[in-house]
């Protein structure tokens, strides 16, 4: 098989689906927040945050590194960081997704945070961000449905969707039925992070119940051929994040083993089965990865470049610009892969 040069993944034109705005906060710049606020972090506190563990650990180590997110000054900040971290990757468009419902917890006002953080990201060129109002599941359905009214009360253009992240297996899925189901009488597209630690029968139920249009993770799915036969013939996305799965060890955890590594991530066959997938980094500066590096990743799980374009096409087709937008982009992806020599 002819290999993909190193810098190529970096300079391919690439969209984002699946990234968290609160994981891209790197170990330097939460120093730089805390001290913000009064606090000296020394890297003996912040190294073990970073470090792989369980997904208990990692939603553990997610709540504290936000609680240094204390306002607009500091969402603009992490915002600006993130967006130059695409550029420099040629990411020419990312869905990103807030933690609004941790801004709620905290007792800020997402109104504010989100206009600072969208006015910083829009100052970086070359990169189009879209947001996705987010809530954590494990803290239940009322919290849920705040987030959902914010997300409509605020809605424009740059805010694009309504998600769900956390402890999948912290609330029933049914519960959630009220929220999406005024999300979608709202017109907002829906998606939810499912089959992440949770089985297939929280994907399906996903897409049953709730009515959602993509999946985040969705990695479970693969101890179920009726499953993925049932979430490709419903055309929907898995937004699939491999090193988020081994960092978290919810790769472990589905395969039953005590680790696991890339050659036992289900990616490749999920491609070839023809399952909708996209590829993403989802909290890229907590699990040391980069949505550049996923490619490397899925290369050296065995798809061909030819299999990289596709997978990397598929993050445009799958994103919810609207019809002239996502013409745009494709161009734009098309015209760059063309000047890569990649087709
Ligand atoms: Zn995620």
Redesign the pocket.
């Known amino acids: 098989m002819k290999s993909i040069p190193e810098n190529v993944f970096v300079a391919m034109p690439k969209a984002e689906l699946?990234?968290?705005l609160e994981?891209s906060i790197a170990p330097s710049t939460l120093v730089e927040l805390a001290a913000r606020h009064g606090v000296t972090l020394t890297p003996e506190e912040t190294a073990p945050r970073y470090a792989p563990g369980t997904f208990a650990q990692f939603i553990e180590n997610f709540i504290w590194i936000t609680s240094f997110l204390r306002g607009p000054k500091d969402y603009a900040l992490i915002a600006r960081r993130f967006a130059e971290s695409l550029q420099r990757q040629n990411v020419l468009y990312a869905e990103v997704?807030l933690s609004i419902g941790v801004m709620f917890r905290r007792n800020q006002d997402p109104a504010a945070n989100f206009a600072a953080l969208r006015d910083a990201a829009a100052e970086v060129p070359g990169v189009q961000l879209k947001y996705i109002f987010d809530a954590v599941r494990q803290w239940g359905a009322a919290p849920a449905m705040d987030v959902a009214r914010i997300a409509v009360e605020l809605r424009s253009p740059d805010i694009i969707a309504y998600g769900i992240?956390g402890d999948e297996l912290g609330l029933p899925t049914i519960d959630l039925r009220p929220v999406y189901e005024f999300v979608a009488a709202q017109g907002m597209h829906r998606l939810i992070?499912a089959g992440?630690i949770g089985g297939p029968e929280i994907v399906r139920e996903s897409i049953e119940l709730l009515d959602v249009e993509r999946i985040?993770?969705g990695i479970g799915v693969m101890r179920d051929e009726r499953t993925m036969d049932f979430v490709a013939a419903r055309n929907i996305p898995l937004?699939v994040?491999p090193t988020?799965n081994l960092r978290t060890g919810a790769l472990a955890r589905q395969i039953g083993r005590p680790t696991a590594g890339y050659d036992q991530h289900p990616l490749p066959s999920f491609f070839r089965r023809g399952l909708p997938v996209t590829l993403?980094s989802?909290?890229p500066s907590m699990f040391e990865t980069t949505v550049s590096d996923e490619y490397r990743h899925a290369h050296q799980m065995g798809l061909t470049s030819r299999e990289i374009v596709q997978l990397a096409e598929a993050s445009f087709l799958h994103s919810f610009l609207g019809p002239t937008e996502k013409r745009a982009m494709l161009d734009k992806f098309h015209s760059g892969i063309a000047a890569l020599g990649l087709v």
Do not use: A, L, Y
């Open positions: 699946h990234v968290h994981g997704t992240g992070h992440e985040g993770h937004e994040c988020s993403s989802d909290d």
